[in-house]
């Protein structure tokens, strides 16, 4: 399970079809039909019925897109913060931990 799965998945449960989807992603609707069909094997069970007029979320589909938003909403989050700098100021101050005799006075902080 990745998380382009996971948007594939959300993206064809708000269009209503793979090609929607794939339009919305800027894919292939092979790509987004293949993406679900590898997660639907991993995960053992149908996440949409496929017709003619569309797709529908079937019970596995829906509870795993309310879990899959929650991880696509922190995956983006966490992608935001790491691109803003935020991170990398965070970083800036690191603590080392040295190899000392007894009796030394323990870790040693230092700032880059």
Do not use: C
Request: no cysteine; aromatic share 6%.
């Amino acid at each position: 399970m990745n998380v382009k799965q996971l948007r594939y998945v959300l993206a064809t449960l708000s269009q209503g079809s793979f090609s929607a989807a794939a339009t919305r992603e800027g894919v292939s609707v092979q790509a987004v039909s293949k993406a679900v069909s590898e997660l639907e094997r991993e995960i053992g069970g149908a996440l949409f019925e496929r017709a003619s007029s569309g797709v529908h979320a079937t019970a596995l589909g829906e509870a795993l897109a309310a879990r899959a938003r929650a991880v696509v909403r922190g995956y983006d989050d966490l992608a935001r913060f790491v691109s803003s700098g935020d991170a990398t100021q965070r970083a800036q101050t690191r603590f080392a931990w040295a190899s000392v005799a007894p009796g030394s006075r323990g870790p040693i902080a230092s700032s880059r």
